[in-house]
């Protein structure tokens, strides 16, 4: 074994650490949500964006900015609304008069966007224009006003959330730029052990003591390293046939499938898929992908790029109806 590879070993082994880690500090805040906390973190080893869902009261917020102090890394929360504007979120230039010469030039005031966290509260509250222009940052990773292109703090990671109640007033986010967001995580309510726990914690005079677990430069070096653990060729193909398993025009997509599904997921679901499932086995100190960790991924891949027809949506189907039987139908290769 070379020198680079035992160093890269022992980065492994150091991830799932920090993971524990993470999970213990995240744990003195949140409770409950295992599931949620999880893909967070993978999403985030993967240099992936979230959409989460969920009613309101469940900690949304909290989970985020709990997250970004374990990590020691900035956070912006940006409340969307129907009035928001792109400068809003971008920044603008503004003019400004030299004290010294008396002379005025236009100076960039830097938007909210420009932090390594960003919570996006309610996106589906603004209009297309303004969504488009979060969603162009998190593709590009700059912005670029008046001509000019402003690079953003690396890393950068987007958490959108929506409430899955209200839709009155609200711009929903076309297909296209669902497909964007790596995973679609859904928050469900506490169980009533967990309930009674955050009722006791939240009315007290509790204060946790945070620690930082991971800094900027580390949680870099752990993005670089998701690149580079290997993919079997049977875990890639699987992954492969079950994204295009969601494709009714396929000639081997099940009869379920051909029923209840108009569109299936493209190819970013077979990236999200192998990326997902790269980032997870690296959490758990494994040096290779698995069907598992493919399997473990699929919900949150695949719940926002399935577009159901009306037969679903008469029969009660979910997506994730759909998934689940997709999982239990496509054999590993």
Known sequence: MTEVEMRELKA?????????????????VIVGQNQVI???????????HCLLIGVPGLAKTLLVSTLARVLDLSFKRIQFTPDLMPSDILGTDVLQEDPETGRRKFEFMHG??????????????????????????????????GGRTYDLPQPFFVLATQNPIEMEGTYPLPEAQLDRFLFSVVLDYPSESEEETIVHLTTSAYEPDLKVVMGRDELIEAQDLVRKVPVPERVGKYAVQIVRATRPKEKFAPDFIRQWVQWGAGPRASQGLILGAKARALLYGRTAASCEDVRAVAFPVMRHRLVLNFAAEADGVSPEQIISQLLQTVPEP
């Open 112 to 145: 909210p966007i420009f932090a390594n966290i960003i919570l996006a509260d309610e996106i589906n509250r603004a209009p297309p224009k303004t969504q488009s222009a979060l969603l162009e940052a998190m593709q590009e990773r700059k912005v670029t006003v």
């Open 38 to 48: 999880e893909q967070l973190l993978i999403a985030l080893l993967a240099r992936g």
């Open 12 to 28: 492994v082994e150091r991830i799932a650490q920090v993971r524990e880690a993470i999970v213990g500090e995240l744990r003195k």
